[in-house]
Protein backbone atom coordinates (compact mmCIF):
# COMPACT_ATOMS: atom_id res chain seq x y z
CA UNK A 1 0.00 0.00 0.00
CA UNK A 2 1.29 3.03 -1.03
CA UNK A 3 1.70 6.04 1.73
CA UNK A 4 -0.35 9.44 0.51
CA UNK A 5 1.59 12.09 -0.22
CA UNK A 6 0.77 15.48 1.72
CA UNK A 7 -1.17 18.38 -0.53
CA UNK A 8 1.53 21.37 -0.34
CA UNK A 9 -0.50 24.65 -1.49
CA UNK A 10 1.98 27.39 -2.62
CA UNK A 11 0.73 30.99 -3.39
CA UNK A 12 2.81 33.16 -5.57
CA UNK A 13 3.30 36.98 -5.25
CA UNK A 14 4.41 39.54 -7.60
CA UNK A 15 8.20 41.10 -6.70
CA UNK A 16 8.51 44.67 -6.63
CA UNK A 17 10.16 46.93 -8.90
CA UNK A 18 13.19 49.33 -8.94
CA UNK A 19 11.50 52.23 -10.40
CA UNK A 20 13.43 54.98 -11.98
CA UNK A 21 12.58 58.69 -11.05
CA UNK A 22 13.43 62.29 -11.83
CA UNK A 23 13.94 65.17 -9.73
CA UNK A 24 9.85 65.56 -9.59
CA UNK A 25 9.05 62.24 -8.77
CA UNK A 26 8.21 61.74 -12.13
CA UNK A 27 8.36 57.83 -13.53
CA UNK A 28 11.41 57.87 -16.21
CA UNK A 29 10.20 56.09 -19.05
CA UNK A 30 12.17 54.86 -22.52
CA UNK A 31 12.65 57.83 -25.17
CA UNK A 32 12.12 55.43 -27.72
CA UNK A 33 8.72 54.62 -26.12
CA UNK A 34 6.60 56.66 -23.70
CA UNK A 35 4.64 53.48 -22.61
CA UNK A 36 8.10 51.56 -21.43
CA UNK A 37 8.67 52.30 -17.75
CA UNK A 38 12.55 52.06 -17.69
CA UNK A 39 12.16 50.02 -14.11
CA UNK A 40 13.69 46.74 -13.52
CA UNK A 41 11.80 43.60 -11.34
CA UNK A 42 13.92 42.41 -8.16
CA UNK A 43 15.82 39.05 -8.36
CA UNK A 44 14.76 36.21 -5.89
CA UNK A 45 16.90 35.05 -3.63
CA UNK A 46 17.83 31.54 -4.51
CA UNK A 47 18.18 30.18 -1.05
CA UNK A 48 14.57 31.65 -0.24
CA UNK A 49 12.11 32.38 -2.94
CA UNK A 50 10.06 34.46 -0.74
CA UNK A 51 12.75 37.44 -0.51
CA UNK A 52 14.68 39.61 -3.08
CA UNK A 53 18.45 39.73 -3.32
CA UNK A 54 19.20 42.40 -1.03
CA UNK A 55 22.33 44.63 -3.29
CA UNK A 56 20.22 44.75 -6.38
CA UNK A 57 22.16 47.03 -9.02
CA UNK A 58 19.96 49.96 -10.28
CA UNK A 59 18.93 50.16 -13.80
CA UNK A 60 21.48 51.94 -16.03
CA UNK A 61 19.64 54.61 -17.64
CA UNK A 62 21.44 56.42 -20.69
CA UNK A 63 21.50 60.06 -19.99
CA UNK A 64 20.30 59.81 -16.15
CA UNK A 65 22.97 59.57 -13.32
CA UNK A 66 21.13 57.14 -9.95
CA UNK A 67 21.58 58.91 -6.28
CA UNK A 68 22.09 55.29 -5.45
CA UNK A 69 23.93 52.10 -6.80
CA UNK A 70 22.04 49.69 -5.07
CA UNK A 71 19.09 48.99 -3.34
CA UNK A 72 18.34 46.35 -0.59
CA UNK A 73 14.29 45.78 -0.77
CA UNK A 74 12.96 44.81 2.85
CA UNK A 75 9.29 43.95 2.02
CA UNK A 76 9.84 42.48 -1.61
CA UNK A 77 6.45 42.95 -3.14
CA UNK A 78 6.86 46.72 -2.37
CA UNK A 79 8.41 49.00 -5.23
CA UNK A 80 11.76 51.03 -4.54
CA UNK A 81 11.62 54.76 -5.90
CA UNK A 82 15.66 55.68 -7.17
CA UNK A 83 16.61 58.96 -7.93
CA UNK A 84 18.34 59.96 -11.08
CA UNK A 85 19.70 63.50 -11.92
CA UNK A 86 19.55 64.14 -15.28
CA UNK A 87 23.31 64.60 -17.44
CA UNK A 88 23.88 67.48 -19.16
CA UNK A 89 25.74 67.08 -21.93
Known sequence: MQKKQPE???KYHKLGQI????????I???PEDE???MS???????HDASQALSDQKVPSLE???????????VEPEI???VLYNKIDN
Open 19 to 26: IPVDLNGR
Open 35 to 37: TKM
Open 63 to 73: GWKPTVLTVSP
Open 8 to 10: ITV
Open 79 to 81: NIP
Open 28 to 30: IHD
Open 40 to 46: KVFANDP
